[in-house]
């Protein structure tokens, strides 16, 4: 167990905010691709991790890229979405969202987020289509753009789930089609269902900070085989010919290697037990906080199996950014949520839909170290520092 897996990480006493976890048959797996000269995109372990995330998620087809950013762009263009199209995104995510969404030619809209678990809110999602939105030529228009609205990318942002009965409603109401954005919450699940199982696909991410890591990679999971066929097309250079090389179009080179799959097969072989360490450590803090009112942690909702992927609170009285900054001071790493992408300089000029919540969010909150090898110690480290923060900050009030 090692909490200090990156390269030039971790002094003793720094705690790291979110850092992989490497163990099990990660190193037997990569030498099994070094020793059978199976380093690249093609080979058994590539086939093995698809089905064992499409396993995982419910779905029937997994197709692995080399990132989720990649993942997303494939998705919404196997799923139809053409240049000048809309895509229904919320306003409260990591930037990779909406900037997949430029890469396929067409354009982001933001929503807000709900102020309980700053998820997408599903009210302003139906408000949006209902008053800002009309039906032109079977197509679904956007009044103020004259833009053809495609498709909904609800994100699971943290590792909780977007509350989807609702959004699974009003998508099928207005016949738009749902892509998750999962990068953050595999294991997460939604009134029992596994996320990933509410849409035309899913997209997940095995960056260095997800619960499971490849190094970097993803995968697009579906059920639908027409659409699976298409991003395997797309994401492999769209070559039409098993052996001449013939390109239908202007495809992708987005596939992960084998090396990299070795090792998300090994890390899949532990998603309960990283699942069962990151909601372990989301319950001490949770219990800790209960006696802090300047600290509110984002709470699980009754209907969610939240990973607890990236443990994250709202603190009180604008103090999120001086406790970050006292944190830094003593060697304990944070991070503050995405600037709110509305007010992203890379996405000036997009539309936004009464965006309130997560700029409140934004300012408020702070993810504390997760890692899935913290151990009891950390966390004590974290709330000890964080009871002197208060301390301090009454004794100065
Ligand atoms: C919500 C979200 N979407 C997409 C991505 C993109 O994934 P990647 O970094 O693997 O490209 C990430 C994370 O990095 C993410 O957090």
Known sequence: MSTSSEPGSAPTGFVPLCVPEIRGNAWDYVKQCLDSNWVSTAGPFVDRFEQMVAGSAGAKYGVATVNGTAALHVALLAAGVRPDDEVLVPALTFIATANAVRYAGAWPVFLDAEPVHGQLDPQKLTDFLERECTSRGGALVNRTTGRTVRVVLPVHVLGHPVDMDPVCEVAERFGLAIIEDAAE??????????????????????????????????????????????????????????????HGEVGFNYRLTSLQAALGCAQMELLDQFVGAKRATAAVYDAAFRDVPMIEPFAEAPWAFSTSWMYTVRVGRDQSRPLMRHLDAHRIQTRPLWQPLHCSPAHAGRQSYRVEVADRLYRESLSLPCSVGLTPQQREQVLATISAFWRSERATA
């Open 185 to 246: 919450a595999l294991g997460a699940k939604y009134k029992g269902r596994p996320v990933g199982r509410f849409g035309a696909a899913a997209c997940f991410s095995f960056n260095g900070n997800k619960l499971l890591t490849c190094g970097g990679g993803g995968m697009i999971v579906t059920d639908d085989p027409r659409l699976a066929e298409r991003a395997r097309y797309l994401t492999t250079q769209a070559k039409d010919d098993p052996l001449e090389y013939v």
